[in-house]
């Protein structure tokens, strides 16, 4: 029987990284997954996270199973990080997931069997695996406009329209708590505002991807927007990871939060939420949440988490305005000043699919069909190169 199972088609991003390997090109650049690099090309291990393991390998007594909802520690650190005192804690339920990709699809699983009939109003573009995580938890998906025609803007005259005149009260909504991705185009504090009026006045539901805290312009002012949609509605569901913030990629943690109206509400949505994990995957790895509450439990690894995270978001910073730079030295009013205020790890940068085909093909450079490159790849003295091959495919 297994002879009739057609092949998938490989995953849009990270099928890219597998094109990239195989890639004998000596030159080749991957600037597709949304990875962090350093200057040497490495993803390294945070020196807060080495030190915390340190201690774990010392002080763990036990690998016993957690409870469904993960570690309290975890639970509660995640809590403060996201929340600040901003709510009562009684009215949020924080649940230890696998990755902020475990955290989404807990919440779409929550929201198909709890609340439908419902659907999920996604930007356009968004992740390629929102809308692939939320239909294989049966959940409906629709887009709402986003990026403005130019590509190089935020629309929010067209995000507003289609949220008022596309939606039914009680659908859910996704945002992208900051650096969007692939965008890189966050509202501003006034845009917020606006966005936080409309689901409100919509009643729409906010489940609010928070994957990269940090990695704009600092852990609070990333939760901004977040606590401007969260001062106009009773209930919202938050998927954080540690992924990125803390480098543990692998380590698969991240949370689902979500906020109720009242503390019995919460604790109802809670349960289920427990019975969603059960039947998935019964309770989170240790590892990841343990590190984590390690670091942040501990006031001088905190400190020195919050430098590494301030190293990371400012070398992306650096490398973006480089790029910027080195892209108007090749001369040929090669304008590329709209990625300055982007923020995170990616930039839309306009390029056309053909051109982006060009560059994997003739310069072994990868980036998303989409033309979303990874700022967090680039490097600096590859950048004169990058900017070489951007040039001319763009002059091609
Ligand atoms: N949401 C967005 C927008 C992302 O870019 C990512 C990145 O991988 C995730 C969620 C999930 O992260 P992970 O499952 O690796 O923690
Ligand atoms: O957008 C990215 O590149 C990251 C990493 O299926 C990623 O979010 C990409 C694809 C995927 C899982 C993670």
Known sequence: ????????????????????????????????????KDASGKTPILNCVKEAERRLVDDESTKGYLGIDGLPSYREQIRALVFGDQLPAD???????PGGTGALRVAANFLVTQLSPIRIWMSSPTWANHPAVFSAAGLPTETYRYLGSDRTSFDLDAMLEDLNEKTSPGDAILLHACCHNPTGIDP???????????????????????????????????????????????????????????????????????????????KASQSQLKAIVRANYSNPPRHGGAIVAAVLEDAELTAQWKVE??????????????????????????????????????????????????????????IVGSGRINVAGMNEEKMQSLCDAVAKVLES
């Open 91 to 97: 009215r949020i339920a924080v649940l230890q997931t």
């Open 188 to 266: 501003t504090a006034d845009q917020w505002k606006e966005i936080a009026k409309t689901v409100s006045e919509r009643r729409l539901l906010p489940l609010i991807d928070f994957a990269y805290q940090g990695f704009g312009d600092g852990l609070d002012e990333d939760a901004a927007g977040l606590h401007t949609i969260l001062s106009t509605v009773d209930e919202a569901i938050v998927c954080t990871s540690a992924s990125k913030n803390f480098g543990l990629y692998s380590e698969r943690v991240g949370a689902v939060s979500l906020v109720a109206g009242d503390s019995a509400a919460m």
């Open 309 to 366: 995270l301030e190293e990371m978001r400012q070398r992306i910073t650096r490398l973006r305005n480089q790029f910027v730079e080195t892209m108007k030295s090749t001369g040929k009013g090669h304008d590329f000043s709209f990625l300055l205020p982007q923020r995170g790890m990616f930039s839309f940068s306009g390029l056309t699919r053909m051109q982006v085909d060009q560059l994997k093909n003739e310069f072994g450079i990868y």
């Open 1 to 36: 029987r297994l002879a009739t199972v057609p092949t998938a088609p490989p995953d849009a991003i990270l099928g890219l990284t597998e094109a990239f390997n195989a890639d004998k090109n000596p030159n080749k650049m991957n600037l597709s997954v949304g990875v962090y």
